[in-house]
């Protein structure tokens, strides 16, 4: 059974951080043979890519808003992904959810990943 458990997260003020985790567990292949990726999705809105990384963690695409305060990192020998948050607005309150493609790239689209953790509310007060 495949589980991709967030955890982290909460409640912040602005300009605050906040630091997610997701770790894996049951997937078909091994961990570092998937890109994994952070979406998130606010109250009345779609699901958006925030940021993905790659299988050996060396290339990483971010959300342009989210450029130089959050950080996707991964350690594959923990099976775990990781999601830097720091200065951090009102508008990045939503739920996060991280997500596992068997792709040789990391890729935007909610329907590309096949594997998804149940979400971690984050909330950033004014």
């Known amino acids: 059974q495949v589980q991709l458990v967030e955890s982290g997260g909460g409640s912040v003020q602005a300009e605050g951080s906040l630091r997610l985790s997701c770790a894996a567990s049951?997937?078909?292949?091994?961990?570092?043979?998937?890109?994994m990726a952070w979406f998130r999705q606010a109250p009345g809105k779609e699901r958006e890519f925030v940021a993905g990384?790659?299988?050996?963690?060396?290339?990483?695409s971010t959300k342009d808003s989210v450029k130089g305060r959050f950080t996707i990192s991964r350690d594959n020998g923990k099976n775990t992904v990781y999601l830097q948050m720091d200065g951090m607005k009102p508008e990045d309150a939503a739920v996060y959810y991280c997500?596992?493609?068997?792709?040789?790239?990391?890729?935007?689209?909610?329907?590309?990943?096949?594997?998804w953790g149940q979400g971690r509310q984050v909330t950033v007060s004014s």
């Open positions: 990384i790659t299988r050996n963690g060396r290339s990483w």
């Open positions: 997500a596992a493609d068997a792709s040789l790239v990391v890729r935007t689209s909610v329907p590309d990943y096949e594997y």
């Open positions: 049951g997937l078909p292949f091994v961990f570092s043979g998937y890109v």
